[in-house]
Each structure stands twice: as structure tokens, then as C-alpha cells.
């Protein structure tokens, strides 16, 4: 058998999990704001019956970083990149192929697929929200992403959001999971499934990995970083660093921060791994 062919098929279209699939239509809804941890599912007292239904049927994350304003975070969705990269203008969906829908069109069955919809309820409470997304969530062969553009409260609360995702490409619906996200990642994960190459100068990492539930940590995120105006934050699986010095440990509801206790010995080092993170994204900008 002559393996050529394949050989040349492997290299001409980058591997995923899902190459060879017919891409999915994409829905995006953003809430202006929402608490992480806002939704029913996250063990809220709030009535979000058809986002659990969404939870359900899908994934939803506990570590969704976005940023304290929402027109920057709406930038670093669309650019993939991080706010201090002053040059980056462009709306890194345009190259993936999909074709510009607005959600009426998607819900009456008038968009061409494959389609991609991004919408951003502004000023909307969360049992709004829910109601919007209720017509969304009986459509077929569509990728839904429902999330926020800022959390609310300080510091990591305040770019903590919640993020329930269903359709395909999900694997093993009905899950939680914590692998670290950020809102730069939307654009490279989207490429991803559609087999497209990712742009190697975004900020942004495909989190296809964990919509499949890929255990590879090396697959995945191990920090998160955000900024709003010049203020910064970065963070990792344990501890928070502000661009002010300010370094703290997550709390056990993993919104609120505590300050680090003087027998941790572990967290200068992570202060320090921190600190060289920021000093390459600065570097490199």
C-alpha cells in the first residue's frame, strides 16, 4: 500500500480531534456581566434551568478568565490577543471561514452554514440571559458558547466568568472542568476545529482539548493572564500576581484571593515563575 498520500494529507492539514469533521455552526452569547459562578449549575441559587439544560448536555468551566472592561474583553475575543499588543486591530474570525450570521437568522434557519454568530446582551440579568438562549439551545449541528465579558466584584472575581458550552465537538457531556481558559482562546479553538493553522502570534490557545476531555496537561493552559487599561493580573493553578506587586493566594471558592501564608515555602517560587511569564509576554510584545 503506498502510504504517501496520507503522508501528505497529515502534513497539508493540521491534526485535530475533530479534522475531518463537517464544522459545526458557532453561536457566542455574552452577558455584559456574571458572577462565575452566577448559573444554577455552578451551584447557584439563582432559576437558569435552560443553561443547566446547556451544562447538561455539555461542559461547563470553573476558570474562565476574562477582563474588569468589557470593550477590552470584547478586543481580546475577537483579536486573540492581549490588549497591550497596541497593533493587533483585526477580528481573527474572518479567516476561519465561517459565514456572518446574527442570531435571528440562526434561530429562523435563514443563515448559511457553516455559520458563526457572536452576540453580546448588554445590561441583561442572568435569568434574562437564560431566556435568551432558550430558542438557541434546540438548534442542531451548532457549537453553543454562553459566557460573560466581565465577572464582578475585585480582582480574580472580577474577571472570573462563568461558561457553559454544548453541540459538537464535546465529548463526555454533563461535566465540569477546571483546566485554566482564557478569552483570547476562542479564536485558536475555533480554528482548530475547523482545521484551520492557528495564527502562532496569538495569545490565545485552542481549548478543543478540554471540549473533548483530553486528560494531556500539555495539551492545555497551566496560567491565565488579563489587563484592563494598565493594570494586570496573572495567575496560576494556586496563586494571583497583580501589576501593582500584589501576590495572593486563591480562596477555596476560587473567586476571592487571602494573602499567602509565611509557611507556604512553595509560593515565592510560583511569585517568581509569575513574574518570568509577564517578563516574556512584555518581551515579546
Known amino acids: 500500500m503506498n502510504k504517501l498520500p496520507f503522508i501528505l494529507l497529515f502534513f497539508l492539514f493540521p491534526y485535530s480531534a475533530y479534522a475531518g469533521k463537517v464544522a459545526p455552526n458557532v453561536v457566542i452569547v455574552l452577558n455584559e456581566s456574571a458572577r462565575a459562578d452566577s448559573f444554577g449549575c455552578y451551584g447557584s441559587e439563582n432559576k437558569t434551568p435552560v443553561l443547566d439544560a446547556i451544562a447538561a448536555k455539555g461542559v461547563y468551566f470553573r476558570f474562565v478568565w476574562s477582563s474588569m ?11 486573540g490577543h492581549y490588549p497591550f499588543r497596541t497593533e493587533v486591530k483585526t477580528d481573527s474570525f ?3 471561514g465561517y459565514h456572518s450570521s446574527t442570531i435571528e437568522q440562526a434561530i429562523k434557519g435563514e443563515a448559511k452554514p457553516p455559520f458563526l454568530a457572536i452576540h453580546i446582551l448588554k445590561g441583561s440579568s442572568v435569568k434574562a440571559l437564560d431566556n435568551f438562549v432558550e430558542p438557541l439551545a434546540k438548534l442542531k449541528d451548532t457549537l453553543l458558547i454562553i459566557s ?6 475585585e480582582s480574580n472575581s472580577a474577571v472570573s ?14 461535566r465540569e472542568c477546571w483546566d485554566l481558559i482564557n478569552i483570547t482562546d476562542f479564536s485558536p479553538t475555533l480554528a ?19 471540549l473533548q476531555d483530553s486528560d ?6 497551566n496560567w491565565i493572564y488579563t489587563q484592563s487599561g494598565g493594570s494586570w493580573m496573572i495567575r496560576d493553578w494556586e496563586n494571583v500576581l497583580y501589576s501593582d506587586g500584589n501576590f495572593t493566594r486563591i480562596s477555596e471558592d476560587n473567586l476571592s484571593t487571602e494573602k499567602v501564608k509565611k509557611t507556604d515555602k512553595i509560593a515565592p517560587h510560583r ?3 509569575l513574574e518570568m511569564l509577564v517578563n516574556r509576554l512584555r518581551d515579546k510584545s
Open 271 to 273: 511569585k517568581e515563575r
Open 216 to 221: 494531556d496537561p500539555f495539551q492545555k493552559r
Open 161 to 174: 466568568v462563568p461558561m457553559v458550552i454544548s453541540g459538537p465537538p464535546v465529548l463526555n457531556p454533563g
Open 94 to 96: 474572518k479567516s476561519l
Open 69 to 79: 472592561d468589557s470593550k477590552t474583553s470584547e478586543q481580546m475575543l475577537r483579536s
Open 148 to 153: 460573560s465579558l466581565t465577572g464582578s466584584g
Open 192 to 210: 482548530e476545529i475547523v482545521g484551520r493553522d492557528i495564527d502562532r502570534k496569538h495569545d490565545g490557545k485552542s481549548f478543543l482539548p478540554s
